[in-house]
């Protein structure tokens, strides 16, 4: 088994910064690639960026040039930094640790984004 914990949520202004973390313990051996989701009320959940085992990283349009994701296989963690963030923004994000028969999910860390 493997377990995700997001951490790092939490209250900005609009334009602020927030760094989200995903701890994998476990079985971590098992994921190849680790996802960043987000999903705000009332809306579907939604891809934000990924990063792949060897550090390659992909990212939706509607975040690119503003969040980086990157990973420190020491620690066993992969980070979101979120910067110049929207209103629209605000959601739970969560990490997805995506191996070849399941994806595993944290529990999401609520991040808000004021006017």
């Known amino acids: 088994q493997v377990q995700l914990v997001e951490s790092g949520g939490g209250l900005v202004q609009a334009g602020g910064s927030l760094t989200l973390s995903c701890a994998a313990s476990g079985s971590r051996f098992r994921i190849n690639t680790m996802a960043w989701y987000r999903q705000a009320p009332g809306k579907q959940r939604e891809l934000v960026a990924t990063?792949?085992?060897?550090?390659?990283?992909i990212y939706a349009d509607a975040v690119k040039d503003r969040f980086t994701t990157s990973r420190d296989n020491a620690k066993n963690t992969v980070y979101l930094q979120m910067n110049s963030l929207k209103q629209e923004e605000t959601a739970v994000y969560y990490c997805?640790?995506?191996?070849?028969?399941?994806?595993?999910w944290g529990q999401g860390t609520q991040g808000t984004v004021s006017s």
């Open positions: 997805d640790g995506q191996a070849p028969r399941q994806d595993y």
């Open positions: 990063i792949s085992r060897g550090s390659i990283t």
